[in-house]
């Protein structure tokens, strides 16, 4: 008989044998819960005071370097644009089976009605899309279209904050300035999340669409458009250009030297930083905002010589927009639609005469982003650009009883991907056969924030910052890439 050592012959006892057993799959499933623990470990960029700008490299290798976001305020009915449902046509003025009496909004919902705009098949792939936007219609080739998404309020306010914070509620940083946050910016001398507002205004929450709430104060968009740039950064005439550099320069010893008394004071560091970028911005956005220096083919292209004020604005947006992502600002968020001019006015809101009201958005919109857009792959930066068009919710495949219009639906509804890493001429979910309900791959804005970051090289589930005692993120505690829309 073998010798034994006193643990070995313990084990030949039966109970302690399957004692011992449990003790050792209890001790490796909590090595598996450790390393999971591990894996989500917050990732914290590391942030110089000196310059908080400073390029920083991303998680892991990513497809897109830069993005920008389209968004049109005001909830664009999806099944009259992107969403095509044959059944919708059929059953045009038949009560929506199981809708009875059914409130989403402002009140009760009438029949259904089908898409004001025809569909027709777009390019080689043949996808659906209205003739409201025929410019945009023609891109369909190069669209990565998400068709289920959906959203937690049906109020514009906090659904506009859900879809650029990731929350309901006022008080947390935008997209953008995640982005800053985690990458900082390629160009020296221009803020790296830029936010460009309509012409005719500002959407719903206004500054929470761009702002950097707990983040640093460095890490929030500047929001300026070609109409209005950034005010205060034109010396005044009294004072000389080289007497103006001089007076830089001198600060700028003496800004160094009193650092150099306070290495400590990252505070001090930060203030001199932001006044450095003000002072490189005097000379750099005055040059990006300048379209004049556009070929006048390029204005007729996007329309920048309409006699619709409006149009002829957003087109100069747009313009504005490719020459910041042209010259690497990092997040440029482009916003089409407003809030001052009432319900349905100067937005997408369109809950009384939706043919009427559409009828004036949808040019203003349509060739001005689409010049963009192709402008965008011409000049080759769609290869590493990622466009997202979004809106706050969808609409309603119904008229509101007493309307010409339709009431809100976040239980539905449409956004569109192109450019870096994402695939061409594809679509990724469905909501049922009215366009009322994402019923396949059901997403969420969650999911659409951990893709665009993940596309950047960005993993969501790590990106934090510690504020009020807990990890913050994008994504809160939610969230996952959509695979399926990767090229």
């Known amino acids: 008989m ?6 070995g012959r313990r ?38 005071p000196e310059n908080p700008l400073a390029p920083r490299s991303p998680h892991f290798t990513p497809k897109a370097k830069r993005v920008l976001v389209i968004f049109c305020s005001g909830a664009v009915s999806h099944v009259d644009t992107w969403d095509y449902k044959p059944e919708l046509v059929r059953r045009d003025g038949q009560p929506m089976p199981g809708g009875d009496n059914l409130v989403t909004f ?29 410019n945009l219609a023609e891109l369909a080739d190069d669209m990565c279209f998400i068709h289920s998404m959906t959203a937690k309020s049906n109020t514009h306010g906090p659904a506009e904050n859900q879809m650029s914070t990731g929350f309901t509620l006022d008080g947390y940083p935008s997209a953008g300035a995640w982005v800053s946050y985690a990458l900082g910016s390629e160009c020296a001398d221009l803020p790296a999340f830029v936010a460009i507002p309509d012409p005719r205004g500002v959407p719903q929450v206004g500054p929470n669409n761009w702002g950097s709430a707990f983040l640093p104060s460095v890490f929030l968009g500047p929001a300026f458009n070609a109409d209005k740039p950034i005010v205060h950064l034109q010396r005044p005439s009294s004072v000389d250009g080289r007497a103006d550099l001089a007076a830089r320069d001198f600060l700028k010893m003496l800004n160094d030297e009193h650092l150099k008394k306070h290495p400590e004071d990252t505070d001090l560091a930060a203030r001199i930083a932001s006044y450095e970028l003000a002072a490189r911005m005097q000379l750099r956005a005055a040059e990006v905002s300048d379209l004049s220096k556009e070929t006048a083919k390029i204005h007729d292209e996007y329309g920048t010589t309409s006699s619709n004020p ?47 009201q559409y009828n004036i958005h ?109 990890e913050r993120r994008l994504t809160d505690v939610h969230g996952e890439v959509m695979g399926e829309v990767l090229g």
């Open 106 to 134: 402002q009140g009760a919902n009438g029949n259904l009605v089908k898409p004001i705009w025809a569909f027709k098949p777009r390019g080689q792939s043949g996808k659906m899309v209205s003739d409201l936007l025929p």
């Open 2 to 7: 073998l010798d034994l050592s006193t643990p």
């Open 362 to 470: 949808g040019p203003i919109f349509d060739q001005p982003c689409a010049a963009l857009l192709r402008d965008l792959k011409r000049t080759g930066l769609l290869d590493d650009t990622l466009v997202a068009w979004v809106t706050e919710f969808g609409r309603m495949p119904t008229f509101q009883k007493g309307t010409n219009g339709r009431d809100h639906n976040p239980k539905g509804f449409t956004a569109w991907l192109m450019g870096a890493g994402v695939k061409r001429a594809f679509s990724y979910g469905a909501t049922d056969e009215f366009g009322y309900k994402a019923v396949d791959k059901i997403s969420s804005i969650y999911n659409l924030h951990a893709t665009i970051l993940h596309l950047l090289g960005l993993d969501h589930e790590r990106l934090a910052y510690y504020h009020n005692g807990i």
């Open 310 to 356: 409006t149009k002829a604005g957003f087109a100069r947006n747009c313009l504005l927009a490719r020459r910041l992502l042209e010259r690497d600002v990092r997040f440029v968020q482009l916003f089409n639609g407003s809030y001052a001019m009432g319900e349905g006015v100067g937005n997408w809101d369109g809950h009384r005469t939706i043919h009427t």
């Open 11 to 48: 084990l030949l006892d039966r109970r302690t044998f399957l004692g011992s057993s449990a003790e050792g799959l209890a001790g490796i499933a909590l090595a598996a819960l450790l390393a999971d623990s591990r894996a989500s470990t917050p990732i914290r960029p590391v942030i110089r």
